[in-house]
């Protein structure tokens, strides 16, 4: 069974940075993409951004600028540092194994989820 690790959510207030953690096996993590996903209350879950093994990347219009997302092969992990961030950008964030970098189509394999809070 495949297992995501996720870490790094909290409350901040607008303009504040965080950083989130995900950590997977490295047979996961060696030939997938990764991609972070949100989800707010009473919306649909959204891409974030996603990133390929060889470090190809691809983010959604509303993070461009202030999110980033990286990898550490030696940790199995990656990363989504996220900066200035927006009441808007309050959701549970989401990794995911399998992530399509063009499509932003989700893989089967989630994490349980990390909640963001953005207070204004």
């Known amino acids: 069974q495949v297992q995501l690790v996720e870490s790094g959510g909290g409350l901040v207030q607008a303009g504040g940075s965080l950083r989130l953690s995900c950590a997977t096996s490295?047979?996961?993590?060696?030939?997938?993409?990764m991609g972070w996903y949100r989800q707010a209350p009473g919306k649909q879950r959204e891409p974030v951004a996603v990133i390929t093994p060889g470090g190809s990347t691809n983010y959604a219009d509303s993070v461009k600028g202030r999110f980033t997302i990286s990898r550490d092969s030696a940790k199995n992990t990656v990363y989504l540092q996220m900066n200035n961030l927006k009441p808007e950008d309050t959701a549970v964030y989401y990794c995911?194994?399998?992530?399509?970098?063009?499509?932003?189509?989700?893989?089967?394999?989630w994490g349980p989820g990390t909640q963001v809070t953005v207070s204004s």
């Open positions: 995911n194994v399998g992530s399509v970098v063009k499509t932003f189509n989700p893989g089967y394999y």
């Open positions: 490295r047979s996961m993590f060696s030939i997938n993409a």
